[in-house]
């Protein structure tokens, strides 16, 4: 009959592995399970946590920063072999007079049998503006988002997209270094090309239109900022318009389409999309 090296109790009372009881087994490699310490990376701006290369918003977590301290410890771990799978089972945070310390609880399957070992690691914390909002504090960004109506935006249209923009996602309005609201529509300075395309198109969802795409003439030491153009139909029956040079008369405004008397007296009936890309 086998039995445990260290406290010599016997395999019939408690599982043997490698020479090893149980309890003498999980108390060797808990030492070695987790790192003594991590730490936690934060930007002081936007509250996004830094794991690996990638920067977290708290919103895609709950707000509750102990799943992101959860990831960075299950992915520190050093799983021994006979462990069939280990996780954070629980875990807390508490401040003491050396610091902050996370106390966990890990769970371990080996064979067919679960156990759990408590463990304590320090936890320090670093304040770093992520790439992102780095930009927006320097007020340096990569493509303005033009918002505009067809023939012009009115007040009304206006106040409609300022509510649409503040209900984006957290990781998209974000992005957005600055707005400002003119006379013929909206301007978006956006901190990155592909947060503007997702800007863009979620304002096409919301209200129609059409999107232009260009970049800007003056070339920077990074490359050329994006430009990019959405318009929306923004028309009222009885209004005057003009078209490729010709005068119109707006005789319906309705979701599957607009009708137009021409000065020959005849209706004409365009989508919103025909009546954008002229």
């Given at each position: 009959?086998?039995?445990?090296?260290?406290?010599g109790?016997e395999?019939?009372?408690?599982p043997?592995i490698?020479?090893l009881?149980i309890?003498?087994?999980?108390?060797?490699?808990?030492g070695g399970l987790l790192?003594?310490?991590?730490?936690?990376?934060a930007?002081p701006?936007?509250?996004?946590?830094?794991?690996?290369?990638?920067w977290?918003h708290p919103g895609?977590?709950?707000?509750?920063?102990?799943?992101i301290?959860?990831?960075?410890?299950?992915?520190?771990m050093?799983?021994p072999?006979?462990?069939?799978?280990?996780?954070?089972?629980?875990?807390?945070?508490?401040?003491t007079?050396?610091?902050?310390?996370?106390e966990?609880?890990?769970a371990?399957?080996?064979?067919?049998?679960?156990?759990?070992?408590?463990?304590?690691?320090r936890?320090?914390?670093e304040?770093?503006?992520?790439?992102?909002?780095?930009?927006?504090?320097?007020?340096?960004y990569e493509?303005?988002?033009?918002?505009?109506g067809?023939?012009?935006?009115?007040?009304?249209?206006?106040?409609?997209?300022?509510g649409f923009?503040?209900?984006l996602?957290?990781?998209?309005?974000?992005?957005?270094?600055?707005?400002?609201s003119?006379?013929?529509?909206i301007?978006?300075?956006?901190?990155?090309?592909?947060?503007?395309q997702?800007?863009?198109n979620?304002?096409r969802?919301e209200y129609?239109?059409?999107i232009?795409?260009?970049?800007?003439?003056?070339?920077?030491?990074?490359g050329?900022?994006?430009?990019?153009r959405?318009r929306?139909?923004?028309?009222?029956?009885?209004?005057?318009?003009?078209?490729?040079?010709?005068?119109?008369?707006?005789?319906?405004v309705a979701e599957?389409?607009?009708?137009?008397?021409?000065?020959?007296g005849?209706?004409?009936?365009?989508s919103?999309e025909?009546?954008?890309r002229?």
């Amino acid at each position: 009959m086998r039995f445990c090296s260290r406290c010599g109790r016997e395999e019939g009372e408690i599982p043997i592995i490698r020479h090893l009881c149980i309890h003498c087994y999980l108390d060797y490699h808990r030492g070695g399970l987790l790192p003594p310490s991590i730490e936690l990376i934060a930007c002081p701006s936007c509250g996004s946590y830094r794991v690996g290369d990638r920067w977290i918003h708290p919103g895609d977590f709950g707000y509750d920063e102990r799943i992101i301290i959860a990831y960075i410890l299950e992915n520190s771990m050093k799983i021994p072999e006979d462990v069939r799978k280990a996780e954070i089972e629980d875990l807390r945070v508490l401040r003491t007079e050396y610091g902050e310390i996370i106390e966990c609880r890990v769970a371990l399957s080996i064979g067919d049998k679960a156990y759990r070992i408590y463990k304590s690691v320090r936890l320090s914390r670093e304040r770093r503006l992520c790439p992102q909002c780095h930009k927006i504090r320097g007020k340096g960004y990569e493509a303005i988002v033009q918002i505009r109506g067809f023939p012009s935006m009115g007040e009304e249209l206006k106040r409609k997209i300022e509510g649409f923009l503040e209900s984006l996602p957290e990781i998209l309005r974000g992005s957005i270094a600055e707005v400002e609201s003119l006379r013929e529509g909206i301007d978006l300075k956006v901190v990155s090309k592909h947060a503007a395309q997702g800007i863009a198109n979620m304002v096409r969802r919301e209200y129609g239109g059409s999107i232009k795409t260009s970049e800007e003439g003056e070339m920077r030491r990074r490359g050329s900022r994006l430009v990019i153009r959405v318009r929306i139909a923004d028309l009222r029956e009885g209004e005057y318009i003009r078209i490729g040079g010709s005068p119109y008369i707006v005789a319906r405004v309705a979701e599957d389409g607009i009708t137009l008397i021409d000065r020959n007296g005849k209706r004409i009936s365009v989508s919103r999309e025909e009546l954008l890309r002229e």
